[in-house]
T-cell receptor, first 114, second 113 residues
Framework: DVKVTQSSRYLVKRTGEKVFLECVQD?????MFWYRQDPGLGLRLIYF???????EKGDIPEGYSVSREKKERFSLILESASTNQTSMYLC?????????????FGPGTRLTVT | GENVEQHPSTLSVQEGDSAVIKCTYS??????FPWYKQELGKGPQLIID?????GEKKDQRIAVTLNKTAKHFSLHITETQPEDSAVYFC????????????FGAGTILRVKS
């Protein structure tokens, strides 16, 4: 079974703090994604990566950055956390290849910024 | 860019009844349409998907139908059970962006026993 793990289930941070969210997948997937989930808005893509050290902006990249130094690990960084970044953050991974589109999700990190 | 609209936002059904959730998409080139189920405290899990060369797909009590002309697809759950209660998301794959998916806003399904 594909396993995607996220470093924390719950996180509370203060405004202005630098926050790191870590995601690790164990199935040698090329693609990794970070989403945020808010009620009534579904899942919105923040950043994705299709290879080590490669990254692309998603729909809502402002206030976030990412790092992918190893194939299995994809980090989301909030340089200076703000209250409007309080949300559920979901990491996902997928293979590359024709017909291989399924994304596998981690359990999520619920971040509260006070 | 691609836009996916999902309806209804909440759905309550009696145990044993059927549930239908509908999604429409805007990019006629989209070719992959998954459905995810998210239970409380968990990440979304793929339950069924359909590709653009197929009109219908079934897996036990769940089925998905696709109408490419009208650009909409639907999830059908028959003989609903309390464990079907969850949030369901539809999504569509953007052709020009590799494996990017655009998600609908989600449907909260409650099955009353």
């Amino acid at each position: 079974d594909v396993k995607v793990t996220q470093s924390s289930r719950y996180l509370v941070k203060r405004t202005g703090e630098k926050v790191f969210l870590e995601c690790v997948q164990d199935m040698d997937h090329e693609n990794m994604f970070w989403y945020r989930q808010d009620p009534g808005l579904g899942l919105r893509l923040i950043y994705f990566s299709y290879d080590v050290k490669m990254k692309e902006k998603g729909d809502i990249p402002e206030g976030y950055s990412v790092s992918r130094e190893k194939k299995e690990r994809f980090s989301l960084i909030l340089e200076s956390a703000s209250t409007n970044q309080t949300s559920m953050y979901l990491c996902a991974s997928s293979l590359t290849g024709t017909g291989r589109y399924e994304q596998y999700f981690g359990p999520g990190t619920r971040l509260t910024v006070t | 860019g691609e836009n996916v609209e999902q309806h209804p936002s909440t759905l309550s059904v009696q145990e044993g009844d059927s549930a239908v959730i509908k999604c429409t998409y805007s990019d006629s080139a989209s070719n992959y349409f998954p459905w995810y189920k998210q239970e409380l405290g968990k990440g979304p899990q793929l339950i069924i998907d359909i590709r653009s060369n197929v009109g219908e797909k079934k897996d036990q009590r769940i089925a998905v139908t696709l109408n490419k002309t009208a650009k909409h697809f639907s999830l059908h759950i028959t003989e609903t059970q309390p464990e079907d209660s969850a949030v369901y998301f539809c999504a569509a794959r953007l052709m020009e962006y590799g494996n990017k998916l655009v998600f609908g806003a989600g449907t909260i399904l409650r099955v009353k026993s």
